[in-house]
C-alpha cells in the first residue's frame, strides 16, 4: 500500500474513532442520567406505601420539628423520608388545642393548632366520592380528598413540592367545639341531627354549611410551612381572567410563550420549567384553578413554585381541561427528568402506584376508580403533546437538562 493510501486511510480511521468516542461519551453521559433517573423512580415506588406509625425510634425529635428540617428552597420533603409515616400519623392523631377560621381565602377551611403547637389546614368533606361537579373545570366547592390525592402523586412524580397532606376524621363536638375562637364557634349550627359549620371566607355562607356526620366531620388536614420560610405570592402568567367573553392574552396568542420568557423570573433559571412541570401536574389532576402560585419570599426566582391548594381537582373524571397545557405546548420544553419519570408511569403504572400511595389514609379509597382512570388517559395526552413538540422542533431543543438556565431560549 502506497505511503498516500495508508495516510488516508489512517485519517480515515481516525476521523471514525474520535466520531465513535463523541458517540459513545454522549450515550454513556445519557443512559447514565436515565439510570440515575430509573434508579430514582424504582425507590420512589418501592416507597410508595406508608404506614401511619408513631414510632420515631432513632430522634428525640419531634414530628413537626423533622418536617420543618425538611423544607428547603427546591423541595419540601426529601426523596428518601423514612419518618414520613410518623409525621402523617401525627398529623392524623395529635390532640387540637386550638380551632380557629381559616386564613384569608375563597373556600371553607378552619385553622387548627396541634399539640405541639403545629399549624394545620383543615378543609371538611363537602362531596361524596362519586359526585361529578359539573361546569367549569374550576367550578364547586373544595374537595379535601383532591388535596389528599395531589400531596401523592406530587411524591410520584418526583416534584416534592407539595405541602404534606393526610385525611383525618373530627368529632366536632368534642374536639373542636371546646378549643374554638369566638369566631369559629359563631358559625356552628345543627341540621337535622348534623354538627355543621360555615366559617368564614370570601364565599362562605350560612346556608351553605359543611356538615359532619352526626358529630364525626371527615377532611383534610395540610401541614403548614415553617414560619421561617415566608411565602410570596406571584400572578400566573397562565392565569385565567374569570370573565365570561374576556379571554386572557395565552388563550388567544400562540406566540405568548415568547413574551413570557423576556419578562423575570421567567427569562432564566428554574422558575419557566416550574411553571410547565405544574401545568403537567395540574392536567392530571385537573385543576384549573391556578391562578396565583407562591414561592419562598426574596428567591430571585431561584425557588420552587409551591403546589399549594390542590382542591379544586378530581371534580370531573370525563372532563380533560386541555387549556391547562397551555405552558406545555406553547414552549414546547420540559425537564428531562419530568419526561422521564412521565414515560416511566405509562400503561396503567400511574394509576397502580397512585392507588397504592393512598391506600395507607384513614380516609381511604381517596378516589373512585374512574378518577384513577381518567389519570392514565391524561398521562397518554401530556405524552402525545410532547411527541408533537419533538417531532416539529427536535428532542434537543423541548427536552431541557433539569439545572440548564433559560437565557438563551
Not at 414520613?84 to 393548632?113: E, F, P, R, S
Not at 379535601?144 to 412524580?157: K, P, S, W, Y
Request: charged residues 25%; negative net charge.
Amino acid at each position: 500500500m502506497k505511503l498516500k493510501q495508508r495516510v488516508v486511510l489512517l485519517a480515515i480511521l481516525l476521523v471514525i474513532f474520535i466520531f465513535t468516542k463523541v458517540f459513545l461519551i454522549d450515550n454513556l453521559d445519557t443512559s447514565a442520567a436515565n439510570r440515575e433517573d430509573q434508579r430514582t423512580f424504582h425507590r420512589m415506588m418501592a416507597s410508595l406505601h406508608v404506614e401511619l406509625d408513631p414510632r420515631l425510634d432513632h430522634t428525640l425529635q419531634s414530628p413537626w420539628e423533622i418536617a420543618a428540617q425538611w423544607v428547603v428552597p427546591r423541595e419540601v420533603y426529601p426523596e428518601e423520608t423514612p419518618e414520613l409515616g410518623a409525621v402523617l400519623h401525627a398529623m392524623t392523631t395529635k390532640k387540637i388545642i386550638k380551632a380557629d377560621v381559616g386564613y384569608k381565602g375563597t373556600q371553607l377551611k378552619a385553622l387548627l393548632i396541634l399539640e405541639g403547637g403545629q399549624k394545620v389546614v383543615f378543609k371538611p368533606k363537602r362531596y361524596g366520592r362519586d359526585y361529578v361537579v359539573e361546569g367549569e373545570p374550576y367550578a364547586g366547592y373544595d374537595r379535601h380528598n383532591a388535596e389528599v390525592a395531589a400531596f401523592h402523586l406530587d411524591r410520584i412524580l418526583g416534584f416534592r413540592r407539595a405541602p404534606l397532606v393526610v385525611g383525618r376524621f373530627v368529632n366536632l363536638r368534642t374536639e373542636i367545639k371546646p378549643v374554638a375562637t369566638e369566631q369559629l364557634l359563631g358559625t356552628f349550627m345543627t341540621v337535622g341531627n348534623n354538627t355543621c359549620f360555615y366559617g368564614k371566607c370570601y364565599y362562605c355562607r350560612e346556608t351553605e354549611p359543611a356538615c359532619a356526620d352526626g358529630d364525626i366531620m371527615e377532611g383534610s388536614v395540610t401541614l403548614w410551612l415553617p414560619d421561617v420560610w415566608p411565602l410570596q405570592k406571584h400572578r400566573h402568567p397562565w392565569g385565567r381572567t374569570y370573565r365570561e367573553g374576556k379571554l386572557a392574552r395565552w388563550e388567544y396568542d400562540e406566540s405568548y410563550c415568547d413574551a413570557v420568557k423576556k419578562t423575570s423570573p421567567y427569562d432564566s433559571g428554574p422558575r419557566l420549567l416550574d411553571i410547565i412541570d405544574t401545568a403537567i401536574f395540574d392536567y392530571l389532576i385537573g385543576n384549573a384553578d391556578r391562578h396565583h402560585y407562591e414561592s419562598f419570599q426574596d428567591d430571585e426566582g431561584a425557588s420552587m413554585l409551591i403546589l399549594l391548594d390542590n382542591a379544586k381537582s378530581f371534580g370531573n373524571p370525563a372532563l380533560d381541561e386541555r387549556s391547562i397545557l397551555a405552558p406545555l405546548y406553547q414552549c414546547c420544553i420540559i425537564r428531562v427528568s419530568t419526561w422521564n419519570r412521565l414515560s416511566y408511569l405509562k400503561n396503567g403504572a400511574l394509576k397502580s402506584a397512585l392507588k397504592t400511595a393512598m391506600s395507607h389514609d384513614p380516609i381511604s379509597p381517596v378516589l373512585s376508580d374512574p378518577h384513577l382512570d381518567a389519570l392514565d388517559q391524561r398521562l397518554l395526552s401530556i405524552l402525545a403533546t410532547v411527541k408533537q413538540c419533538t417531532d416539529q422542533f427536535g428532542p434537543d431543543v423541548v427536552l431541557v437538562e433539569d439545572r440548564m438556565t433559560l437565557s438563551h431560549l
